[in-house]
């Protein structure tokens, strides 16, 4: 297969976790019973340009395409990340009602609500008409197209240009990452900046969160292979912050390359160090991934499997994509974890796909008074703790399976 960068070929596994449904395709009742289709869930490394990337699928564009039910943000860290995003970036640019922001991913308009309660001019573009509709009831104006340099011209020909580009992960779930910075570029103002947010893999690595791979994230990024992909479509990484969410997170500051004005801050360097430390630049720390998440596996199987044994019984807390990648992988059915909770209505009274293990509501805890719980979204395991810990009541105990199993 060829690069989606740089196109070059690409032979390098990083990480096979066989195959697996889309990990949003959540079964129902009716549907629960037919077949599934697994697909391949396969990363490659590219050895020239280092982008990790999924196995190209040209069947599975319309399996993905489909418009999947839509499900609110409900993690209130994450909206108080949003909120904090906010008041930092509009100070630091001094965005006012002159300004025009841009989210692309723009979702249920979790994000724009604060920019528009500054009374700063935004605009989402979210593809999913169930997930926009939810974004224009809280007033907020919203293009339900993909994003790419298409698109782009058609705004900037109805007179738009971007103070602010913002994306929070969505790099990851772009099939052309090309076409989309092209597009980025096309729609910010000269002296215009885009913030984007995605998992930092070099902390996928460090932490083997193999978990937050899934069908719909067609690249996994380091600085190293973003610096590539920004240059190639003009454009500078000025500045870099390092975050907590998701398990560890970088935040690129973009400007145009040939109209941006702002210096290059020190932490681009320094983010830039650590990876050349791991040796992201070194195809060995690529190639040696699979074996260490095989032991993830292996530990979490031992352990259910000594539980069922002696009669305990075990749940898992938070239907969330990672979870059904982990789950499929370790081949962990409804014998070994009897169901998973989950708060979100949307998903409640659902399956989980591959697994089939039934979504039900938060009070089947209290009813059943399970002796472990496997938190799956470990990237908020202190916030499910916090809601959880009725359940010490009973002993019960937390579980989490990545980076190591984990019992407490
Ligand atoms: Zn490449």
């Excluded at 031992?302 to 990648?325: D, M, P, W």
């Excluded at 990237?379 to 579980?399: C, F, G, H, P, T």
């Amino acid at each position: 297969m060829k690069c989606r960068h740089c196109g070059a070929k690409v032979t390098q596994t990083f990480c096979d976790l066989a195959s697996s449904p889309p990990s949003n395709a959540y079964l129902t009742t009716d549907t629960r019973d037919a077949a599934e289709q697994w697909v391949p869930l396969r990363t490659f490394v590219c050895g020239e340009c280092f982008l990790v990337q999924t196995q190209d699928f040209h069947a599975s564009s319309e399996l993905f395409s489909s418009d999947y039910p839509y499900f609110s943000a409900t993690s209130s860290s994450w909206l108080r990340h949003c909120e904090d995003y906010v008041a930092m970036i509009s100070e630091r640019l001094a965005l006012t009602s002159t300004s025009l922001v841009v989210e692309i991913a723009s979702n249920d308009g979790y994000l724009l609500q604060f920019v528009r309660a500054r009374h700063i001019p935004c605009l989402g573009i979210e593809p999913t008409l169930s997930t926009a509709e939810a974004a224009r009831a809280k007033g907020i104006e919203v293009v339900t197209e993909f994003f790419g340099l298409a698109l782009a011209n058609e705004l900037r020909e109805q007179g738009k240009s971007a103070d602010l580009i913002i994306g929070n992960n969505v790099l990851a779930h772009v099939p052309d990452i090309n076409d989309f910075l092209s597009g980025v570029g096309r729609l910010l103002k000269d002296d215009g900046v885009a913030t984007f947010e995605f998992p930092h893999l070099l902390k996928l690595i460090e932490f083997k969160q193999f978990d937050t791979i899934y069908h719909e994230h067609y690249s996994y990024l380091s600085l190293l292979a973003a610096n590539n992909l920004a240059k190639h479509a003009g454009l500078e990484i000025f500045d870099v912050d390092q975050l907590t969410t998701h398990g560890g997170s970088l935040r690129l500051y973009i400007q145009k390359k040939a109209t941006g004005k702002r210096p290059i801050s020190p932490n681009v360097a320094a983010v830039q160090t650590s990876e050349s430390n791991a040796q992201l630049n070194d195809m060995k720390i690529y190639r040696d991934f699979q074996d260490r998440i095989y032991k993830i596996k292996y530990d979490l199987l031992t352990f259910l499997i000594e539980q069922r044994r002696q009669g305990k019984k075990v749940i898992a807390y938070g239907a969330a994509a990672k979870g059904n990648t982990l789950l499929n992988f370790a081949g962990v059915r409804e014998d070994l974890i009897s169901f998973v909770v989950d708060r979100s209505p949307g998903k409640i009274n659902r399956y989980m796909p591959g697994s089939k293990i039934a979504i039900v509501s938060e009070d089947r805890i209290r009813a059943e008074k399970p002796d472990y719980i496997v938190i799956l979204p470990w990237n908020i395991a202190d916030e499910i703790e916090k809601q959880l810990k009725y359940v010490r009541q009973w002993n019960a105990k937390l579980v989490r399976a990545v980076p190591e199993l984990c019992i407490w």
